[in-house]
């Protein structure tokens, strides 16, 4: 996890005592085919998002001049449910 998103978690808790998981694949085995792994770790974020209660995503511009595409996705998503 990057040091960024600790620091955004700690804060977040201190201030709101709110838990603010990282949607990331990171208990996804890494002996899993690329495509299984992806499949799990969509899997995980999906369930991950259904049980908050609500989401902060960082939206800005990423490789390039626009968001990254999976958290767009992750924050429709969330807006829709």
Do not use: W, Y
Not at 10 to 33: D, K, Y
Not at 38 to 55: H, P
């Amino acid at each position: 996890m990057h040091a960024r998103h600790e620091r955004v978690q700690v804060s977040v808790h201190r201030e709101h005592r709110v838990a603010l998981p990282i949607l990331t694949g990171c208990r996804v085995l890494p002996t899993l085919s690329s495509t299984d792994r992806a499949k799990r770790i969509f899997e995980e974020n999906v369930d991950r998002i259904r049980e908050a209660r609500g989401m902060l995503a960082d939206l800005r511009p990423f490789r390039g001049t626009e968001p990254d595409s999976v958290t767009v996705f992750e924050v429709g998503m969330a807006f829709a449910i």
